[in-house]
């Protein structure tokens, strides 16, 4: 058949072989389950392989960590102590749930610093409280203690104290740590309550677990391949892995061959010669004789890497450890003396600066000058100004506090009075009045000058009579030209000639004219207001 | 409530369980469509081929069954060349085929269903005009190497083919017939089917959604 074909549309299905794929693997899958039931085993042998993988990792991880901890514990001349540190650490993190690569720096921290194997797992205890009450990581916490105990407390802050730093300075790291004790003592024990804490104590098992199970996977690889080390691991195991598998087979194969055999299929087959575990149903006996022999082979190995004291004997090596573990808590003690001796000199030594700082006052100019103008006549403000000034010089919190709320009531007084001014209305003008009356004035002779006769006027030849000017001097108005009749002026002129009216009016006359004027509008309800509070006029 | 279609095999499943008329009118749809490239495929099928020598062409009887006799090889494996019978096997399929080892499907193709016509189609395909190496009859018994008697048989066959017909195409869609016809439509004829079977989507969708209305009033 030709496969020559345009394919328009198409669409990816992939059912049938996926299908099958799935069938396959579940088939492939239950058989292994079957198979791995016949005989026990409930893991998969990849399952096996990766567990054995991590259990391995697991413990050259942990192995590291501890060789670290181990060099340095020697570097510090305690060698003697090793041992023991290292049942400390396997203990501590059974107890506390917290990891041993966490228990190791911190522990290899706290040791560098104090030199005391008693007073590095005491601060060690405290700093597992500390980190569990604060949340700070437990590696932060013992390097923040062991900085504290040389005098560097500036890690402390973040732990809230509740010391001025004042305090935090002053205080010694003995009175330190009875305040974190009290702050944080019993935080780990009450977190280990909770159900995270309880879920972590239980992972940290197995991990702790996994790390035991790993070590002795290595060594058995060690042991099988003959090497001294564990370079080639991964290819170990894998080999391993294939050859357990094939093993497995095997024994199934003689397994079969073997429960074939007349006798045997009497009495249940080769599994039936087995003690079985009742709930499991795995070959106990077996089990643990190989479980025997190897912790036997552990033991008689330990025994020849490890002689106890070159034929000194259990107590022999004891005593010497004693001595040893003595010399080096005396060590570690004058050194704690000495380390207190010199933050007592500290303390002293900033004491001491404070007081010259003090003295030194006396000469300092500034403050002369401050004194000097408190001496002269200033006024209240200015006083508690410089007062203030004084105050802040000084160092003198307390009263620097006082005065600076005094001289900020004193602005915000002056404040108050600047907005309140600023909303008075505009004073009117006093002389507002006069201009009036003036006009006033000007608009009466207007009207006298500009009155005319009632009657016709027959023309005459006029004789006017020259008015001469009756005051040429003072406050006058000057009415202007106009014409006047018969009537008004002398007895008779010609109509058509200008006279000239110059009304002169005296001073004290218009003085007075002003002042009824003023009275007649206060009398009448129009009041004359000045204000002379900021002491001038609205414009 | 619209009603989602996944895949084309679903929807010519939904069309054919609840829109019969709208199945049928895509079809037919996607076939007017695709049938001038077929045609065109088929106006490539020659009639007579210059130049070959091997007797290949039985144009003037129609051989129902490809028989040792009436093969144009001595082992009968070989079909006669019957242009009726090329241009009968270009056609267009909307059959739904199995899955291929990729796991895709095909649901419209246009193929070129007989022995002859393939041979027409790609003769020449793999080496770009070149022939299989020669072994002559005593050779290796590969599908690898020509076993004709004569060393020039393959290159001459395929100089002759390639002299009637334009092989057109990129890669394993190259050819002298439907893929040459396929490549001159410049794809225009597979948006067109893109398009169809959209608008058959839309069309179900929308008579989907005035079903659910009428339930909901109802």
Redesign the interface.
Known sequence: ??????????????????KDADNAAAKLSASVKRLGAAFGVSLGGAAVLRFAKDTAKAFIEDEKAASRLTQSVKNLGLAYAADDIRNYVDQLTLATGVADSELRPALQALLQVTGSVTKSQQLLSDAISISRGSGEALTTVANDLSQAYVGNLKGLRKYNLGLTQAELKAASFVDIQERLNSLFSGASAAYLRTYAGQMELLANTANEAKEVIGKDLVSALVLVSGQTGVENLSTQMMDLATFTGDAVYGLGVLIDKINNLAGLKQIGGIMGLLEMNPITGAPIAIAQFLADLGKSAKAAKNTFNFPSGGGAGTGGTKKITDRQAAAAELAAKKRAAELLKLQKASLKATADALKLKKAGTLFDVEQAGIIAALKGQVSKEDETRLQLQFAILTGNVSEASRLAGEVAKAQGLTKELVSYYSGIPNAKNPFEGWIKTLTDAEAIAKRIADQKPVTPITPVTPQIPQIPSMAPTGVGLIAGSTQVGYGDFGNGGAVGQEITVIVTLDSKELVGTITKTQTNNSLSGIPIGIQRTLGQFAP | MPTEVKGVIELRKALRAYAPDLEKEMRKEIYDIVKPVVSQAKGYVQSEIMGLRTGWIRSNKRLKKITRGTSAFRKGVFPFYNPTEVKAGIKFSDKISKSNRAGFVSVFKIENKSRAGAIYEIAGRRDNGKAQDWVGPKGPSSHKFSHSQNPDAGQHFINAISNSGTMKGEGPRRGRLIYRAWNENQGRANAAVFKAIDKATARFNSRATIVDLKREAA
């Open positions: 058949m030709s496969n020559v074909v345009i394919d328009i549309i198409t669409q990816f299905s992939g059912k049938k072989a996926f």
